[in-house]
């Protein structure tokens, strides 16, 4: 089932080589029950040991603990040792709900991501099924009408 979008623009989006500052923005990176186990399967851990060692578990919500330098445990060596399972948050970064439905914050976005309005167009449809899959991956962030608190 699709939900609401109030995307009003097409945007433009290109992620630029060799860029990691998403990864370095103050703030946590949070994650889903699927995410965690695909992330313990990626480096040969059992979803408990991954959980123990690197995850934070809040009643709705799973994150990731911050290591003592830097924001993320997975940032090594100028990219993302977790690349091809990062939680959906990385994933789907800038289609994040609050930036797509938001023209003043999506441009606002730019002094943090230098991929905003460089490259194609991204129609506002795709745009919003990708700010939808953010919603349905972080429900306690993203509640909806009628969806029990
Ligand atoms: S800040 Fe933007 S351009 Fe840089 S890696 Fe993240 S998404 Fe890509
Ligand atoms: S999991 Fe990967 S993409 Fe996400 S913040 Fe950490 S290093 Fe960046």
Same mark, same amino acid.
């Given at each position: 089932? #699709?939900?609401?979008?109030? +995307? *009003?623009?097409?945007?433009?989006? /290109?992620?630029?080589?060799?860029?990691?500052?998403?990864?370095?923005? %103050?703030?946590? =990176?949070?994650? !889903?029950? @699927? @995410?965690? =186990?695909?992330? +313990?399967?990626? =480096?040969?851990? !059992?979803?408990? +040991?991954?959980?123990?060692?690197? *995850?934070?578990?809040?009643?709705?919500?799973?994150?990731?603990?911050?290591?003592? /330098?830097?924001?993320? $445990?997975?940032?090594?060596?100028? #990219?993302?040792?977790? $690349?091809?399972?990062?939680? /959906?948050?990385?994933?789907?970064?800038?289609?994040?709900?609050?930036?797509?439905?938001?023209?003043? /914050?999506?441009?606002?976005?730019? $002094?943090?991501?230098?991929?905003?309005? %460089?490259?194609?167009? =991204?129609?506002? #449809?795709? +745009?919003?099924?990708?700010?939808?899959?953010? %919603?349905?991956?972080?429900?306690?962030?993203?509640?909806?009408? #009628?969806?029990?608190?």
């Amino acid at each position: 089932m #699709g939900l609401q979008c109030g +995307a *009003v623009a097409p945007l433009r989006f /290109a992620c630029q080589p060799n860029c990691t500052r998403c990864c370095e923005v %103050k703030g946590y =990176v949070y994650l !889903t029950e @699927d @995410d965690l =186990v695909r992330a +313990a399967k990626f =480096v040969n851990m !059992t979803p408990a +040991a991954f959980e123990t060692k690197y *995850v934070i578990r809040y009643r709705h919500l799973l994150r990731f603990r911050k290591p003592r /330098a830097g924001q993320c $445990h997975f940032l090594q060596n100028g #990219g993302c040792s977790i $690349h091809p399972v990062k939680p /959906a948050q990385c994933r789907l970064y800038p289609f994040w709900p609050e930036l797509v439905e938001n023209s003043i /914050a999506w441009i606002g976005e730019e $002094h943090e991501c230098p991929g905003i309005g %460089k490259g194609d167009l =991204v129609q506002i #449809g795709t +745009a919003c099924e990708i700010a939808s899959e953010m %919603k349905r991956a972080y429900p306690s962030m993203y509640p909806q009408p #009628g969806s029990p608190k």
